[in-house]
């Protein structure tokens, strides 16, 4: 049997189907390696240990007496932490939270308890989903199971780390500004920002009320699908949550690129902003790759990257402030500095100024959107530069801003970062694949005919 730590979501759901695998020994079997490895990399801020062999004997109980909730039944996962578990601590990574216990699950919580899944605790954030990687904090950042002296990413930190280490299968990130991306990209996974509105909010911590994600980080786009069917859905206490009807993101995974039109976006990663030449590199291999499985491809160009990111920068500082306004009055020196600093540059943006930029945030939407009349999906980048070393603030200061995936928090339409190869220094590179609104089935497709012929996503990092 392959190793349990590798298994997909799609796998452990046939053979814990099958009765082939026990829920109950595929925990302990991940719960071991946890204990095991997590010492040196910190993806998890609340190991649950207890709570997942309860969730594990009650999956495997259920399904001896064949029942069946879906392809999370007996699977675990893990929660960012600042998406409620009710009965634990939801901190955001910050001392100002410590004591935090959530009164009630989240939306996305309760789906996944719903579809059987199997709890394994809560993973690190940066403070607040903002302030990171940050050594200031009560506890560590999680680091890159690639080299651990190398940052993971952020905010959604210990998700990444914990789905590429081989701890999880799948876990729940945020995405404000990049941060289910970006772990995703530094990590070598697949993480999704679905559709502005697709999974609820609720009973997460808001970071930007405009801006806030909800989204899966996986080791494959087959998986990540599976995710989004099961935490997708229109919920009226989110008033951010849309009507659009969800699911089927699975329907047409097999159905190949070919004939699909892919407009590049190169622009953001030449001109507008110049990538490591290794990321250039594996994003254009990848490119051709889908050519030859026979989509048309062509660039394409939208408004300059800068747009978008200023944009996105003033709109994400000023509703943070709001948010934590009452916070740096009265207790500032429980902040991290990051935290602090960057939550603090909000205070000094003009009401005018946002709202201008939310004015510009609707043209640069409508005129994205207008793109895919000629076009299927667009592909780009990611982030410009393979993970730096996590104990060089210039370095990760330089690269944290060195990204294309703020633009697709402004439109609000989906964006998937995959895998595309290694750099030589044995670090992951990634893309973006991007759709309209609500076009996440396809843009799954698109990453899952690309995943099949390259197999990026079969290689692991070596922890042992």
Known sequence: MTDFAWLTVAEAAELLRGKKLSPVEYAQALIDRIERHDGKLNAFLRFTPELAMEDARRAEAEIMRGGWRGPLHGVPYGLKDIVDYAGLPTTAHS???????????????????AAGGVFMGKLSTHEFAIGGPSFDLPWPP???????????GGS?????????AGFLPAAIGTDTGGSVRNPAAMCGV?????????????????????????????????DNALMLDLIAGHDPLDPG???????GCTAELERGVEGLR?????????????????????????????ADLGAEVREIETAPLGEYVACNRTILTSEAFAIHEKWMCERPEDYGALARERLMAGAFVRAADYVN??????KLADAFH????????????????????IDDPKAVEYTYGRQARAPFNVTGGPALSVPVGFSKAGLPLAMQIVGKPFSEALIYRVAHAYERATRWVERHPPLE
């Open 95 to 113: 001392k100002i939270l410590q004591e935090n216990v959530a009164v009630a699950d989240a939306a996305v919580t309760q789906k996944l308890r």
């Open 142 to 152: 999680a680091r890159n199971p690639w080299n651990r002296d190398h940052f993971c």
């Open 156 to 164: 959604s930190s210990g998700a990444g780390t914990a789905t590429a």
């Open 190 to 222: 697949v993480g999704i920002k679905p559709t502005y509105g697709v999974v609820s909010r609720r009973g997460v911590l808001p970071l930007s009320f405009s801006l806030d994600h909800v989204g899966a980080l996986t080791r494959t786009a087959h």
């Open 241 to 247: 949550s849309s009507a659009h009807a969800t699911g």
């Open 262 to 290: 892919i407009g590049v976006i190169r622009h953001f990663y030449t001109r507008d902003m110049e990538a490591d030449p290794e990321m250039t590199a594996g994003i254009d291999a990848a490119v051709r790759k889908l």
């Open 357 to 362: 930029a939310t004015r510009l945030r609707r």
């Open 370 to 389: 207008a793109l895919f009349s000629g076009i299927d999906v667009a592909v780009t980048a990611s982030s410009m530069d393979p993970a730096c070393r």
